[in-house]
C-alpha cells in the first residue's frame, strides 16, 4: 500500500513526500481509511508506530473536501498531556499541510497567553495541553462551537496526570456532533468508560506492542544502592554511546544526577517538571542535535521525546510498572536501529524485576562490569543515595529480593508546576553544563532560608 492509495489531495501528498514517508504504517493503514470515512476511531498505539500522521493527514484532507479555511475558526481541537507532544502535533500539522493553507496553533503552559490567543484567532487547527485551554476558556479567548473533529492522543496519559475533569469540561464546550478519535498505549477501566462515553460505533485499530523491539539488548546491573552512581558513570565511560537517555523515579534526583554527570565531564542535561518551556525546548534540542550525550529525566517528563538515535537506556531507578517499563524501552532500537536498555537495580528490586521479565516472556540478562568496585563501603553518615523516594536502601551483601513500598514526595507524577501539569514555572533550572568554561547548573531558586534569617523552612512537597 502506498499514501497515494489512500486518494489524498496531492497538496497534502507534496507533504508526505517533502516528510520522507514512503509506506504507511499498520495503524496508518487501518486508521486513516476510517478517519476519511468520518467515523469514530479508538486507537491502541505506542509511542512511535506513526499514529500522529495516522490522524493528521486524514484531518487535513476532509478539512480541504470542506472548503475549510484555514485561518479560523477553529475547526479540529487536539488535546495532548504535556508541552512535548503538543509541539509535536503541531509541527506534523504544519509539516504535512505546508501547502493546504490550513493554520495550527500549540496551546500550552510556560509561556505567554496573548501570542497564542492571537493565533488562535487565526487558526483552524488548535493542539493544546488541558490546563492551558482551560485557562483560555475562562478567559473567553478561546471558541470552540463550530469545532467537527476531536482528538485525545495518549489518553491513558492524560488520565494518569489528572486531566480527567478538565477533559469532560472541555467536551462540554464541543458541538454534540462531531467526529471523535482517541489514542492510547493502553486501556484502563477509565479510558474504556470514557471511550463508551465519548466515541460513537468506533473503528477499533488495536496495533501496540506489549513488548519492547527485538533490536532491543536487555541487561540488568545488579547493585548496592549507595554504588549506582559510581556505576552509571563507569558505564557511561565504559562503551561509545552515542545518545543515553536515563531515567530517574523523582525530579529531583534528575536534576541532581544531571550536574553530578556534568561535573564528572559527561555532556549532560535533564528534563523534569519544574522547567520552563524555553528552557525544556533548549534541552531537548541540544539532545536530539548531539550537544547533550546524556539526558536524565522523569517518565512524565519524557514523554514526547522523539529522538531516533537514542543508542542507550539506561534505568538509574526502576519504573512503578512493567508497562512504564516497555514505554521507557520503546525510545530505542527505532528505525531498524539496535539499542541497549540497561537496568541498575538493588536488592529490593526482584518483584518488580520479575514482573518486568514476565512482560517481556523472558530473563534479562544479569551482568557485572569488569574492573568495577562493587564493594566500596557508603561514606560515613551518607543516605542512600537511591532511596531518596521513601524506600529503604538494600542490606549491602542482602540478597536480590524483597520489596519496597513507600511513595516519595518529589515524584514527577505529571502534576508540573505546581499546577495539575498546566505548565506554570515555578523553577529555573537549566540543562545541566559541564565545569570550566561552561557555566554552573543553575539553582532551582529554593535558598532553604525564610529570608529573614531566621531557621530554615521545611521543604514542601512538590507539585502536588
Do not use: W
Not at 80 to 88: G, I
Not at 140 to 148: E, H, P, R, W
Request: net charge positive; charged share 25%; proline share 5%.
Amino acid at each position: 500500500m502506498t499514501f497515494e492509495s489512500f486518494s489524498l489531495d496531492q497538496r497534502i501528498l507534496a507533504g508526505v513526500r517533502a516528510a520522507g514517508y514512503t509506506t504507511p504504517t499498520p495503524i496508518q493503514e487501518r486508521a486513516i481509511p476510517s478517519v476519511l470515512a468520518g467515523r469514530d476511531v479508538m486507537g491502541l498505539a505506542q509511542t512511535g508506530t506513526g499514529k500522529t500522521a495516522a490522524f493528521v493527514l486524514p484531518i487535513l484532507q476532509r478539512m480541504l473536501a470542506a472548503n475549510f479555511s484555514g485561518r479560523g475558526p477553529v475547526r479540529v481541537l487536539v488535546l495532548a498531556p504535556t508541552r512535548e507532544l503538543a509541539l509535536q502535533i503541531h509541527e506534523t500539522f504544519v509539516d504535512l499541510g505546508r501547502q493546504t493553507g490550513m493554520r495550527s496553533v500549540a496551546v500550552f503552559g510556560g509561556v505567554g497567553m496573548h501570542p497564542q490567543i492571537k493565533a488562535l484567532r487565526q487558526s483552524s487547527v488548535v493542539v493544546a495541553c488541558p490546563g492551558r485551554l482551560i485557562d483560555l476558556l475562562n478567559q473567553g479567548a478561546a471558541d470552540l462551537s463550530q469545532v467537527n473533529t476531536l482528538v485525545l492522543d495518549e489518553a491513558d496519559r492524560m488520565l494518569d496526570m489528572g486531566f480527567m475533569p478538565d477533559l469532560r469540561r472541555i467536551m462540554a464546550k464541543l458541538p454534540r456532533e462531531r467526529q471523535n478519535l482517541l489514542f492510547s498505549a493502553t486501556m484502563p477501566t477509565e479510558i474504556r468508560s470514557l471511550c463508551a462515553n465519548l466515541l460513537h460505533e468506533p473503528t477499533v485499530v488495536q496495533v501496540a506492542n506489549t513488548a519492547p523491539a527485538e533490536s532491543v539488548s536487555h541487561a540488568l546491573y545488579p547493585v548496592e544502592a549507595h554504588r549506582k552512581s559510581a556505576l552509571l558513570e563507569a558505564i557511561l565511560r565504559e562503551d561509545e554511546h552515542e545518545s543515553v537517555l536515563v531515567f530517574t523515579r523523582t525530579k529531583h534526583r534528575a536534576k541532581n544526577l544531571a550536574q553530578q554527570l556534568s561535573r564528572k565531564g559527561f555532556d549532560t542535561t535533564f528534563l523534569q517538571g519544574n522547567l520552563s518551556q524555553s528552557r525544556r525546548q533548549e534541552a531537548l534540542e541540544g539532545f536530539r542535535c548531539g550537544k547533550y550525550r546524556v539526558m536524565v529525566a522523569t517518565d512524565i517528563a519524557a514523554r514526547g521525546i522523539d529522538c531516533a538515535r537514542i543508542s542507550h537506556v539506561i534505568n538509574f531507578d526502576l519504573p512503578d510498572t512493567a508497562e512504564n517499563y516497555t514505554h521507557r524501552i520503546g525510545r530505542t532500537g527505532r528505525a531498524d536501529r539496535s539499542g541497549v536498555a540497561i537496568t541498575l537495580v538493588t536488592g529490593e528490586d526482584a518483584q518488580q524485576v520479575r514482573m518486568i521479565e514476565r512482560t517481556l516472556g523472558q530473563s534479562i540478562a544479569r551482568r557485572q562490569l569488569a574492573g568495577f568496585d562493587y564493594d566500596a563501603p557508603a561514606p560515613a553518615g551518607a543516605r542512600a543515595e537511591s532511596r531518596s523516594d521513601g524506600r529503604s536502601a538494600g542490606r549491602p551483601g542482602g540478597r536480590f529480593g524483597g520489596r519496597g513500598n513507600g511513595r516519595g514526595n518529589d515524584r514527577d507524577n505529571g502534576r508540573e508546576n505546581g499546577r495539575d501539569g498546566r505548565g506554570r514555572s515555578d523553577g529555573k533550572p537549566q540543562g545541566a553544563k559541564p565545569q570550566g568554561n561552561a557555566a554552573k547548573p543553575a539553582s532551582d531558586g529554593r535558598s532553604g532560608r525564610s529570608g529573614r534569617g531566621g531557621p530554615r523552612r521545611p521543604r514542601q512537597p512538590d507539585a502536588r
